[in-house]
């Protein structure tokens, strides 16, 4: 008894043969767009994702923003705790202090802040870069709220406490700028 022999097969050239290499990309789910919009070359790149999808578009000076907010928060906090009586007289022009004991919790409050500060300075994540701008946009805010009040209620009118109002005012609207930034979608390439 002899075995019959099975019938050549016949290799197809898939890089010539438009139609299977169509079939071929369907079934495995690439060539069209997924619902992000993306298209997909390989099975591979759908499945491991596109890297540039999750990559921060950082708007021109952010980082050097954040750098000198971090500087500042901590030279305050430093001063805060080491000469809170320097301090208050750099802001409110010749007030006696009365205690030092909450400027140098100030100076606590603003070194933890200054801590979160740096290390947001060297994260490449949206989501922490985007909490940090908006901690440091209410921080600016209530600083001017509250140093607004206390000028309602003293008088005390000097160019210090002119100048921390003006700053605050600008450091809240950078603040928010680069937030607003940070948080755009990207625009599809």
Known sequence: MTAKQPPPLMKKHSQTDLVS???????????????????????????????????????????LWQFVSAVLFSGIALMALAFPDQLYDAVFDGAEVTSKTPIRLYGGALLSIS???????????????????LMEACYFGVQFVVVAATLAETGLVSVGILVLLASRLLFVAISIYYYYQVGRKPKKV
């Open 21 to 63: 290499r169509l079939k071929t990309r369907k079934i495995l789910g690439v060539g069209g767009e997924d619902d992000d919009g993306e298209v997909h070359r390989s099975k591979i790149s759908q499945v491991l994702g596109n890297e540039i999808k999750f990559a921060v578009r950082e708007p021109l000076g952010l980082r």
């Open 115 to 133: 801590l979160i500060m740096w290390n947001a300075l060297y994260t490449a994540e949206k989501v922490i870069i985007r909490w940090t701008l």
